[in-house]
């Protein structure tokens, strides 16, 4: 159907300056058992066209549902109605690109693939870990669940280019949660961290049943631990809290849309300036971030962005210094920058925004043992529960579903409800180890937000464990 | 679009087999979403969508449950939902039975229809760009119709549709400090859009003066509605739901079971009749007018959805399935607003917060940032903007121990959020005078 529908929209296009064409077909599967008992499955299925149209200096879009003749010929109607509203009246003029691309393709590799796997196979597995996850009387709530995601997306301009990508990805989630005198611990594994594009079989090769059975005890252990001791202290932070790091406090800021105001009113501004790229020191030589839409299996892998720009790596961070910003090809226009493919839209009912694709630390090179080893007094701190940060992207305090006393080199007890709060601007120059490449993680969240109109998207970030001197950490009451 | 819904449904209705229950809910909008940016436009468009999800269980108890999107081409979309419902009929018999499964079998049909359009959006912006043209403005102008439906095949049907439009925009200085401000409503009218905007701009002049950086300490703090919705936000998180209370994952586990309470001038409603929301829930219950959620500081009933009814044998109350709140309504209190500042006397007036998560969620400790229109006063005045600060907190002392009272004035708050489909929440809510409000960065 869909190289049809590719023939058949060029037809429509209208006599403008530039027009582009971006269907997208959304498959969404969830499946949840909690407590022993499968809810409701949610099967979503979604798809619509928007027809973006730039003209005499005008920009609008039209996005539509409804993908009759009559249908697409509304939209068009809407998005030449607003291009011609809006001329004269834009912030910024958008330039078409002049590049054409054939035949472009992107395929997610799904080993396994979910639609083959059945219903009744998929609630058995998960019947099964939640027998794992309830293995204790003190586990007070538990559940675990998949949810599967197929973005199929078609683009096609009056430039005659015609892109197809398929990305499909899949989110296990598992939580068990632990109650003593009152007081509820709870630990996760998958939720926020642990998507990636990749067949069912990630969920067959993850060994799910040990991994309920683990955080089951993680949560009884720290159910019955003590408070986080509040100290300034080195942190040791896992891959599964540093996806948020990275993500708050480096990949928000580093958006240019966000630093030249577009958020100011929703998701906020950036400490980020113009003048800083090619000069600003952001942490220390050892932090090396990438823009990396190539990394195979990671969530936000592809080959095109959606406005038709070809998807390369590079580097925002490097030894430290900033490099470019994460501004795709329309908003380096407004400020004369190099741009990464990172234009993207939540579906088909709103226009591409900058967003972060995957923004991955690259390994260093230490083990994980020889980081260990070089803490006097500090915490390992995993998984995160908890995020805050402030407009400009600077002041953070996180908090950690489990926090491990690190002391003379060797790992100790473990402390429930730890928190670290600290300012960007400082903090990355605090970087003074990072796992090596045995320890980089391919993790990803599901949900980011942003935009006006609001949009949430999934996003990659790929890290290893990094320490931190001389952290402020604090705990629960 | 009425006429649309009803007459599919009733076709698809004719395709149930015996012995099985189908409900349908129907979520539709044509929307104009115009962004701005330095008072110019930067993304202008039009959405409409239309969606249908259908709901089969049988005899045995057993259900399952499927989303489309439609193209609102009758014989088109008939096709795409016949061919659903006979997926779903498939797949039914390999799955367990749902032992929480429970929808309404009493038909009771309700409508609501607001189908006058009163907007112009281009006149609007015709009138708007001129007025902001010598500001620095940002923020979104969406309007159009919302539409939600339900239909059984018990023969009940349900319709809520409505046309409003929400303004929602910050006004910035050269500080890059900001007043945020918002005009929502059906009707549009220049004064009071002009109104709104004239307020800001007076608040505006006030942040024109050099920020001042705050030490971490406790404060007397006057948060206003806007700010304090964003504290019952947080609580909302499981705060009201009867499974996250019964569980102990809600913040407010300790409220509702009697082991904490906040201030006795702190009532809490889901006010579904005072709100902008539908009053009926997608399994076919009609919801109350009015539930009391903690009355005089004590936790008085959950949201208690259908499924946690079976689950926990207690009555339901038409809640959603997440138990979520959707028009909370708050009880006023007795400060007047010419008497804010000097009850404040020496502290700080907090027009947003921002970027609320848990630091503790058992003992409901929260921390999040000031953000638009935040100011010391000194001696009952209003003397210098501040710069961003975090603040971590407990509502059992926030609305409890160190609650110095609540205004007399309540806004109604309706929610911007635009995430898949524009929002129907709101909440209608005081301001709060708040003792020994924990500053920590």
Same mark, same amino acid.
């Given at each position: 159907m869909k190289n049809e529908f590719l023939k058949q929209i060029s037809a429509y296009f209208? !006599?403008?300056?530039? +027009?582009?064409?971006?269907?997208?077909?959304?498959?969404?599967?969830?499946?949840?058992?909690?407590?022993?008992?499968?809810?409701?499955?949610?099967?979503?299925?979604?798809?619509?066209?928007?027809?973006?149209?730039?003209?005499?200096?005008?920009?609008?879009?039209?996005?539509?549902?409804?993908?009759?003749? *009559?249908?697409?010929?509304?939209?068009i109607e809407e998005a030449k109605k607003w291009a011609e509203y809006s001329s004269g009246k834009l912030v910024h003029v958008p330039h078409p690109p002049s590049m054409r691309t054939d035949d472009g393709k992107y395929f997610t590799h799904e080993k396994d693939s979910w639609a083959k796997e059945s219903n009744k196979d998929k609630v058995d597995y998960l019947m099964q870990i939640n027998k794992s996850l309830k293995s204790k009387?003190?586990?007070?709530?538990?559940?675990?669940?998949f949810r599967y995601n197929k973005i199929e997306t078609l683009f096609t301009d009056t430039n005659g280019s015609d892109i197809r990508q398929n990305i499909s990805y899949i989110l296990p989630q598992l939580v068990a949660c632990a109650e003593y005198k009152k007081q509820i611990q709870t630990r996760t594994f998958g939720g926020h961290a642990h998507a990636r594009q990749i067949g069912y079989n990630f969920l067959r090769d993850s060994d799910l049943i040990t991994k309920a059975e683990q955080i089951a005890n993680d949560a009884i252990e720290l159910s019955m631990a003590p408070n986080c001791p509040d100290s300034k202290m080195d942190a040791l932070i896992a891959p599964d809290q540093m996806i948020l790091q990275i993500h708050e406090s480096i990949g928000h800021p580093l958006e240019l849309d966000r630093i030249l105001g577009d958020e100011r009113n929703y998701a906020g501004s950036s400490f980020v300036n113009l003048d800083m790229f090619g000069e600003y020191k952001y942490g220390s030589d050892k932090?090396?971030?990438?823009? %990396?839409?190539?990394?195979?299996?990671?969530?936000?892998?592809?080959? &095109?962005?959606?406005?038709?720009?070809?998807?390369?790596?590079? &580097?925002?961070?490097?030894?430290?210094?900033?490099?470019?910003?994460?501004?795709?090809?329309?908003?380096?226009?407004?400020?004369?920058?190099?741009?990464?493919?990172?234009?993207?839209?939540?579906?088909?009912?709103?226009?591409?925004?900058?967003? @972060?694709?995957?923004?991955? =630390?690259?390994?260093?090179? !230490?083990?994980?043992? *020889?980081?260990?080893?070089?803490?006097?007094?500090?915490?390992?701190?995993?998984?995160?529960? !908890?995020?805050?940060?402030?407009d400009y992207r600077n002041k953070f305090q996180f908090g950690c579903e489990k926090g491990t006393v690190i002391k003379n080199g060797e790992l100790k007890s473990v402390t429930k409800n730890p928190n670290y709060r600290g300012i960007t601007k400082e903090f990355w120059h605090n970087l003074s180890m990072v796992g090596d490449e045995t320890s980089f993680s391919i993790l990803g969240t599901a949900? +980011?937000?942003?935009? *006006?109109?609001?949009?949430?998207?999934?996003?990659?970030?790929?890290?290893?464990? +990094?320490?931190?001197?001389?952290?402020?950490?604090?705990?629960g009451e | 679009m009425r006429d649309y819904f009803e007459n599919i449904a009733q076709k698809l209705f004719k395709h149930?087999?015996?012995?099985?229950?189908?409900?349908? %809910?129907?979520?539709?909008?044509?929307?104009?979403?115009?962004?701005?940016?330095?008072?110019?436009?930067?993304?202008?468009?039009n959405v409409k969508q239309i969606s249908m999800s259908l709901s089969l269980s049988n005899r045995d108890k057993r259900n399952l449950k499927s989303y489309v999107r439609l193209n609102g081409s009758f014989d088109k979309d008939l096709s795409t939902l016949i061919k659903t419902l006979n997926y779903l009929r498939r797949e039914l018999p390999d799955l367990p039975k749902d032992p929480y499964l429970l929808f309404s079998k009493s038909v009771q049909s309700t409508e609501v229809s607001d189908d006058k359009k009163y907007i112009n959006d281009e006149e609007n912006l015709d009138y708007i760009l001129p007025k902001i043209a010598s500001l620095d403005l940002v923020g979104i102008y969406s309007s159009g119709y919302i539409y939600t439906g339900l239909a059984n095949s018990l023969g009940q049907f349900n319709w809520h549709s409505d046309y409003s439009f929400s303004f929602d925009y910050s006004i910035y200085n050269e500080n890059n400090n900001a007043i945020k401000l918002n005009y929502s409503s059906k009707k549009w009218n220049n004064e009071e859009f002009e109104t709104n905007l004239d307020q800001g701009i007076k608040k505006l002049k006030i942040l024109s003066q050099s920020p001042r950086t705050i030490p971490k300490g406790e404060y007397t703090v006057y948060l206003e509605p806007s700010a304090l919705n964003e504290i019952i936000d947080m609580m909302s998180w499981g705060g009201f739901s009867y499974k996250a209370n019964k569980i102990g994952t809600s913040p407010l586990h300790l409220l509702s079971k009697g082991?904490?309470?906040?201030?006795?001038?702190?009532?809490?409603?889901?006010?579904?009749? $005072?709100?902008?929301?539908?009053?009926?829930?997608?399994? $076919?219950?009609?919801?109350?007018?009015?539930?009391?959620?903690?009355?005089? $500081?004590?936790?008085?009933?959950?949201?208690?959805?259908?499924?946690?009814?079976? *689950?926990?044998?207690?009555?339901?109350?038409?809640?959603?399935i997440s138990e979520y709140p959707y028009s909370i309504d708050m009880r006023a209190g007795a400060i007047d607003d010419d008497a804010i500042l000097s009850t404040i006397n020496n502290g700080l007036y907090i027009s947003n917060l921002w970027y609320l998560n848990f630091s503790d969620r058992n003992n409901a400790r929260m921390t999040g940032l000031t953000r638009f229109g935040c100011f010391v006063v000194e001696n009952g005045q209003l003397t210098a903007p501040i710069n961003? @600060?975090?603040?971590?907190?407990?509502? &059992?002392? @926030?609305?409890?121990?160190?609650?110095?009272? =609540?205004?007399?004035?309540?806004?109604?708050?309706?929610?911007?959020?635009?995430?898949?489909?524009?929002?129907?929440?709101?909440?209608?809510?005081?301001?709060?005078?708040?003792?020994?409000?924990? @500053?920590?960065?």
């Open positions: 209208p !006599s403008v300056d530039y +027009c582009s064409f971006r269907f997208v077909n959304k498959y969404t599967n969830i499946v949840s058992v909690t407590r022993n008992v499968l809810e409701p499955i949610e099967i979503l299925e979604d798809e619509g066209v928007m027809v973006t149209i730039i003209h005499n200096g005008g920009y609008g879009y039209g996005a539509s549902s409804d993908l009759t003749r *009559e249908g697409i010929l509304k939209a009387p003190t586990i007070s709530n538990w559940g675990a669940s932090l090396n971030i990438s823009f %990396n839409p190539n990394q195979e299996s990671e969530l936000a892998t592809y080959n &095109y962005d959606d406005d038709g720009t070809a998807a390369t790596k590079k &580097y925002l961070i490097k030894d430290g210094i900033l490099e470019r910003p994460i501004g795709g090809f329309y908003s380096s226009q407004r400020v004369n920058q190099d741009y990464v493919a990172c234009s993207r839209a939540t579906s088909w009912n709103r226009p591409p925004i900058d967003r @972060m694709g995957n923004i991955n =630390l690259e390994p260093g090179e !230490s083990s994980f043992s *020889e980081m260990i080893a070089s803490v006097e007094d500090g915490i390992l701190l995993e998984t995160n529960n !908890s995020w805050s940060i402030d949900n +980011c937000g942003k935009g *006006e109109p609001n949009q949430t998207i999934f996003v990659g970030h790929a890290t290893p464990p +990094c320490l931190f001197r001389e952290i402020d950490i604090f705990g | 149930i087999q015996k012995d099985e229950f189908l409900i349908l %809910n129907f979520d539709a909008e044509v929307s104009n979403f115009v962004r701005l940016n330095k008072a110019k436009i930067r993304q202008p468009g082991e904490k309470t906040l201030h006795a001038s702190v009532s809490i409603d889901e006010n579904i009749k $005072g709100g902008i929301s539908a009053n009926f829930s997608s399994d $076919g219950f009609i919801k109350p007018d009015v539930i009391n959620m903690i009355k005089d $500081g004590e936790f008085t009933e959950s949201l208690t959805s259908p499924r946690s009814s079976l *689950e926990y044998s207690v009555a339901h109350n038409a809640s959603s961003t @600060m975090r603040f971590d907190d407990s509502v &059992y002392s @926030m609305l409890g121990e160190n609650l110095i009272g =609540l205004t007399s004035n309540r806004e109604l708050l309706i929610d911007s959020g635009t995430y898949e489909e524009r929002s129907t929440s709101s909440a209608r809510l005081p301001g709060a005078v708040v003792d020994n409000f924990k @500053m920590t960065l």
